[in-house]
């Protein structure tokens, strides 16, 4: 079982930056991948980033040169960095933790972004 908690969202002008973090509690949080989703008003919930164990990353397209994901396997924390926010970034951001055996998608409960024009 793993449980994951956001913190970090926030309101910020365009141009501007913010840091979410994720902390990852559950013996196995360690070896498994992790990444970010979000979720816009009346959209679907789309990939942000990705990072495995190892620190392989993988990105959308929107938000390449950006944003950047990254890890604390030591703390069981996933974090991202975002740069050069944009209004269309404003959506409720998701952590998430693929269980490294069964594949299976832990959710966090989600922090909202706001970027203002």
């Known amino acids: 079982q793993v449980q994951l908690v956001e913190s970090g969202g926030g309101s910020v002008q365009a141009g501007g930056s913010l840091r979410l973090s994720c902390a990852a509690s559950?013996?196995?949080?360690?070896?498994?991948?992790m990444g970010w989703y979000r979720q816009a008003p009346g959209k679907q919930r789309e990939l942000v980033a990705t990072?495995?164990?190892?620190?392989?990353?993988n990105y959308a397209d929107s938000v390449k040169g950006r944003f950047t994901i990254s890890r604390d396997n030591a703390k069981n924390t996933v974090y991202l960095q975002m740069n050069s926010l944009k209004p269309e970034d404003t959506a409720v951001y998701y952590c998430?933790?693929?269980?490294?055996?069964?594949?299976?998608?832990?959710w966090g409960q989600g922090t909202q972004v706001t970027v203002s024009s």
């Open positions: 559950g013996s196995i949080a360690r070896f498994n991948a």
């Open positions: 998430t933790s693929r269980h490294y055996i069964t594949r299976y998608d832990y």
């Open positions: 990072i495995t164990s190892g620190g392989i990353t």
